[in-house]
């Protein structure tokens, strides 16, 4: 069983930045991808970024393509959100994802843990 522990969220202008961790248990760590989707009011969970279990990989929502980077540090369990720019249409639960592979995908059903959430809200 792996738990996952989301961090950094909060309330931010329009053009500000906020860096989300996703702190991992277990020690097979280095053996899953991770992603990071996303969930407004009213709305359906979304991809946002992925990573390969080596973090040589990475992949992108098209709508934060060039403002948010996701990283990984295998030593220490835990996957980044650096997201820059912010918009207020990025405003939303932020969730964090593992599956036992070492490629990432970018859909819903193809992860099989998950965090609780953090709230992101940026003001305009």
Known sequence: QVQLVESGG???QAGGSLRLSCAASGRTFSYYSMGWFRQAPGK???FVAAISSSGDSTYYA??????????RDNAKN????????LKPEDTAVYYCASRPYIVA?????????WGQGTQVTVSS
Do not use: A, H, W
Not at 105 to 113: A, L, P
């Open 105 to 113: 995908v970018t859909t819903v059903s193809g992860y099989k843990y």
């Open 78 to 85: 835990t996957v980044y959100l650096q997201m820059n720019s």
């Open 62 to 71: 098209d709508s934060v393509k060039g403002r948010f980077t996701i990283s």
């Open 10 to 12: 909060g309330l931010v």
């Open 44 to 46: 359906e969970r979304e």
